[in-house]
């Protein structure tokens, strides 16, 4: 077996960063505190729908991680305090979606986290889904052969590695983006989605061995 520090690893890092709004930053400033606690990943333990197998919340938005790849509810800035339906009716999705991917790959989560989540939902317990445990990496292992899709938070922002081994063909990485309105590059290379209360950016890969 060669030392590890002949088998590189190429990473191609990429941040989804939602865009701020006036209005969103007046919600940001009315909640301090929960912008200071780290991105967590939940295991769905029936909490969510089925095809879901970790789901974390950062500030104006809800990601769920598929087997296929990650579908985001993002709230309005309106939705921030409406009523509970007209939220919900207000939510606008967002789904990327890698292509071509391997049917058998596992997708675990890494970096065990001491809290748990809670979801007393009703007054019925055989509704409730208790001691949730929370994770602050999801791993996708061999997404694509020799390549595997790491997700994880860095200061609140959700981003997405792809791990590609030595000998693995990164040209095999595909994804399409569903549901925005528009999708353009900037001038940095930034992948922008754009909906009608803001948009979303996927900053340019970076890739490092």
């Avoid at 030392?3 to 990473?11: G, H, N, S, T, Y």
């Avoid at 930053?25 to 333990?45: I, S």
Wanted: aromatic share 8%.
């Amino acid at each position: 077996m060669l030392p590890r520090f002949l088998q590189p690893v190429l990473i191609a890092a990429l941040a989804l960063t939602t865009v701020a709004t006036a209005q969103q930053a007046n919600v940001t400033h009315a909640k301090p505190n929960y912008g200071k606690l780290p991105l967590v990943f939940e295991a769905n333990q029936g909490q969510t729908d089925p095809s879901v197998k970790f789901l974390t919340r950062g500030e104006g938005y809800t990601a769920f991680l598929t087997s296929s790849g990650l579908t985001l509810s993002l709230r309005s800035p309106e939705a921030a305090t409406a009523d509970h339906a007209s939220a919900s009716a207000a939510n606008r999705t967002l789904q990327l979606n890698f292509l071509g991917t391997r049917k058998n790959s596992s997708v675990s989560g890494e970096e065990k986290q001491s809290g748990r989540v809670n979801y007393f939902l009703g007054s019925n317990p055989a509704l409730w889904h208790t001691n949730v445990p929370t994770y602050g990496e999801v791993r996708y292992n061999g997404i694509y052969r020799g390549i595997d899709l790491l997700y994880h938070g860095t200061d609140r922002q959700l981003e997405y590695d792809l791990e590609v081994r030595p000998g693995a063909d990164p040209r095999a990485i595909k994804f399409e983006v569903q549901g925005a309105d528009q999708i353009k590059l900037d001038v940095r290379g930034n992948l922008l989605l754009k909906i009608d209360s803001g948009e979303l950016r996927l900053q340019c890969p970076v890739v490092y061995q």
